[in-house]
């Protein structure tokens, strides 16, 4: 796993033994296996990605390699009303379950910043996107609701940096992380449509690198923030059953962010990003562990 200090393989493992544990219908590890289909320690090549809207590939600080910002600094001609989106171009299998994880700096703010990104799981297309502002690029923006329609048949993680409570029902507060799925409807921001949330401590927008995992298996999401040994949400859910999977396993994954008034905007970047699936064991090895236990059983 990638985390500030580098990669993490050992937590890989150990989170494979428990997602594989876990996977839907009580697949057992004989049956089922974990792989790793996204792998990005930097954003030096993007042409597994789709980039819509204000998402480019981007400069790094000093010593960094690329990153890739989803909004860009306010200047003259851009900062207002901002929205960018990022998926890998594959769908990804999702069903019985992944882990992602990301590292994230939301720097460049004009006035305190706005207004946060999600981590979204989608099924719209590779070219979705969401409406600005407090949308976040995934949502209906529901002060403004004919600008744009939310992105359907999505779950989105969020990373909030507005408190939009003046504006829908939501967890009041600058940095607010929660789960959004409107089903196969388009998504909202609204706390009506929301599996969980919690306040964070701190800010997101504080110009210093911070690291999400998304660990999900058929009936629960985690999300950890920066302490990968706890998760900060818990999150009931069946991905199987809120989204309409392609082929019932598959769905685009990447990112989303806005920007509202150029007064108050922010660069959202991404400085890595790793995704890994749980899938079914190909036949062969399942037949050959048969074999074994056949054999086995003539020698007694």
Known sequence: MFTQQGMRPSLARSFSIVAVAAAAGGASSAHAQFVQTINLADFNNVSQLQLNGTTAQTAGLAGEQSTLSLTQPATATTGGSQVGTMYHQNRQRVDLGFVSEFTFRMRDRSGVGADGMTFIIQNQGVNAMG??????????????????????????????????????????????LSVQTNGLLPNTPS??????????????????????????????????????????????????????????????????????????????????????????APASAALLGLGGLVAMRRRR
């Open 131 to 176: 409406a600005g502002g407090g949308a976040l690029g995934f949502g209906t923006n529901l002060a403004f609701p004919t600008v744009g329609q939310g992105i359907s048949n999505s779950l989105a993680i969020v990373l909030d940096t507005w408190d939009n409570s003046a504006n829908w029902p939501t967890i009041p507060g600058a940095a607010v």
């Open 191 to 280: 706390s009506v449509n929301s599996l969980n949330g919690t306040a964070v401590n701190g800010a997101f927008n504080d110009q210093v690198v911070h690291t999400v995992r998304i660990s999900y298996t058929p009936g629960l999401m985690q999300i950890f923030y920066d302490n990968l040994a706890q998760p900060i949400l818990n999150v009931s859910v069946n991905l199987s059953n809120t989204l309409s999977l392609e082929n019932g396993t598959d769905a685009f994954v990447g990112f989303t962010a806005a920007t509202g008034a150029r007064v108050n905007a922010q660069r959202h970047e991404i400085l890595s990003w790793q995704f890994s699936s749980v899938v079914p």
